[in-house]
């Protein structure tokens, strides 16, 4: 598969990132330090380039019906300008992506999915709703991601110039007080310098912060702007490492780690996704009503002392001197916010419950881990 | 502290510094660059008698572990252990400050020039 490149590559080469391979993107690994990058989100402010996610739109009158049907959340009952965490299920009741839905209008809404599953995402979609009145794009080309996260995010876009919002002030003056009354998971549509972009508040870093959906024509100028004007605030360029220990000490699981095709949601912790109760059918309710296996496995968090920490797919025991798996990590760090090593990890029932001291192998150490309410971190409100 | 092209190189990715018959090893500025920020950094202790080409050591980062192999049979004169205090040396001066051990050797495997190890890495 050939290399695919954000239309910020030449931003990034010249800031001097180095690059990772995700899901056939190169994309920024980090800029000069993970460490400064995931402490300057968590202090100031941290902008990534996103671009590799996809962006799917349903348009027409019964979209929201038929994405009722498709997903897992009742996407009916959101409003316009709002935005929700969803789940696209199989049959079984397996998750083939977690996603975030925006209603841009009435009869309109943009599905963002992750890299690696964008097309199995466009493909269901455009399978699911055949029967209903609507239309699927997929504008993933089209649209190129910026995200500002982290406590200082908000004052950064309002020193940004250029941006305005609509029905707003076309000069932009009401745009601090737009931004101020945008609530978590919300979004307005806007322009930055002539062009659409969606301002939506919402992120994976456990911040406040905003993501901005733009042409990827123009997505350069945003960037820069962004920078110009966040620099003097502690704004820096942040890569997909700090983006992986910042979602992790929030608590927010990652596609192929904490969730898959084999997870149900309520073994992820999120059965409070799935509108059982307040829809009619939809794509794996029968499977998600009859629940996984009397034995499957739950997410928890864990922590340990010291600095060692436990990674994906290393084995979770029962105690330090017991031989018998338990369960395996999906995600583990030491925790650059925190400075202790923190984990995810499926573990047995029986093995759940907060507190519970147990052991995992660190390639053939065993450390000590102790089962712990998720997230690791949460932000400070102001 | 030497120059890159006085140092010897293996192939993963550590450099060797000879003075009679003591080896200080450390990882490349390629290694340490590639692991990212290190957090975390465990070595042998002193007086461990180790056998060329094996895992004696790991380089934690945020992202990944690196594994720190003997070059060298021989016996750990000394440990760094501002680097296990204070792991961020290995990013900041990987072949100053950042060194790891020091092994008192009598025989001298093969190792990399600067050229070669540069052309590994080219490939």
Redesign the interface.
Known sequence: MTDRHSPLNAIHVAAGASFTDFAGWQMPVRYSSDLAEHHAVRTAAGIFDLSHMGEIFIVGPEAADALDYALAGKLSATTVGQAKYSLLLDRSGGIIDDVVVYRTGEDRFMVVANASNREVVAAELTDRTAPFECEVFDESDELALIAVQGPRSREILIATDGFAIEGGHPDGRDVGEKLSELKYYRALSGSFRTQPVLIARTGYTGEDGFELYVSPDHAAELWNALTEAGAPLGLVPAGLASRDTLRLEAGMPLYGHELGIETFPVQAGLGRVVATATKGDFVGREAVEAGPAPDARTLVGMVADGKRAARADYEVYASDDSSEVIGVVTSGALSPTLGIPIAMAYVDAAFAAPDTTLSIDIRGKRLSYRVTPLPFYRAKKD | MATESELQYTSEHEWVLVDGNTATVGITAYAA?KL??V??V?LPDVGTTLASGSIVG?I??????GELFAPVDGTVLEKNSAVEDTP?LV?SDPLGEGWLIKIEFTELPPLLSFDEYTALLGE
Do not use: H, L, P
């Open positions: 660059e990212g920020d957090v975390f465990d790991e934690e980062s945020t992202k990944s572990v961020e990013n």
